[in-house]
């Protein structure tokens, strides 16, 4: 049977992500989610977008971008990139297109130019990068850049009393708007976890695979889900974004 599977921020971690495939037994019968963040991290990062390419050409799946895909997409259109997107792992999906040609660098464009901003599917939940802060929704959203760098959606959700009842006055509007919503970009290890995190009717799937820990590939009907091992010991000689 198949079955709809998303995954966390990767940031370079290919090593991580061919794991997860293996550990939850991804099928061609699968439907893929990526919240985002393929790049920027460990060292690996084209080589993760060229999986992912192949990938999309034989299985159903939908790419979110995030805020590091953005700024790659930049620098993969121009040859410039930004001193902070450098300095916050940058650097490391630069040196991973050493050996890619101008048109390899073209095909990576395109197909990170091609990416969503969110999704919502037939169950009316929703997948996003980071999140938003409209009222009404993404698609309200008066900045493109919310839903790749918010974070106020998920500190809502932590933040908020667990008693709070659905009909209640209190109850945040934003976090009413879907059944369910699916998010990446805040580690759940700022909140001491480091398994995919629920709260209120979010399930935050960033568990930290840019620093010290696992990526994640959860199935959104039951909620199993599967992890990596942690990167840096995947990448011993490496640092990752941990500095």
């Excluded at 963040?37 to 999986?51: L, P």
């Excluded at 590939?217 to 990596?228: A, G, K, N």
């Amino acid at each position: 049977m198949s079955r709809t599977l998303v995954i966390g921020d990767i940031h370079g971690g290919f090593k991580a992500l061919q794991q997860i495939f293996e550990r939850a037994e991804v099928s061609h019968d699968d439907k893929l989610i990526f919240l985002g963040d393929y790049v920027d991290g460990w060292s690996e990062s084209s080589q993760v977008i060229q999986f992912l390419i192949e990938l999309s050409e034989k299985q159903d799946c939908i790419f979110i971008k995030g805020n590091h895909d953005a700024w790659t997409e930049d620098w993969l259109d121009t040859g410039n990139g930004p001193d902070v997107w450098l300095l916050n792992g940058g650097k490391s999906t630069v040196e991973s297109y050493n050996n890619y040609s101008h048109e390899d660098k073209r095909i990576h464009f395109e197909f990170i130019q091609q990416m969503k901003n969110y999704h919502i599917d037939e169950q009316n939940r929703l997948f996003i990068h980071a999140g938003y802060s409209s009222m009404h929704g993404p698609e309200k959203e008066v900045y493109d850049s919310n839903y790749r760098w918010d974070r106020t959606l998920w500190e809502t959700a932590v933040a908020m009393d667990k008693k709070l009842e659905k009909n209640s006055e209190l109850y945040p509007k934003r976090l009413l708007l879907y059944n369910e919503i699916f998010i990446g970009h805040t580690p759940t290890l700022y909140i001491g976890l480091k398994t995919p995190a629920h709260k209120a009717n979010i399930w935050n799937m960033d568990t930290g695979a840019a620093f010290t820990g696992a990526l994640s590939i959860m199935d959104i009907d039951t909620q199993e889900f599967w992890q990596s091992d942690p990167l840096p010991s995947l990448y011993p000689n490496e640092k990752g974004r941990n500095h």
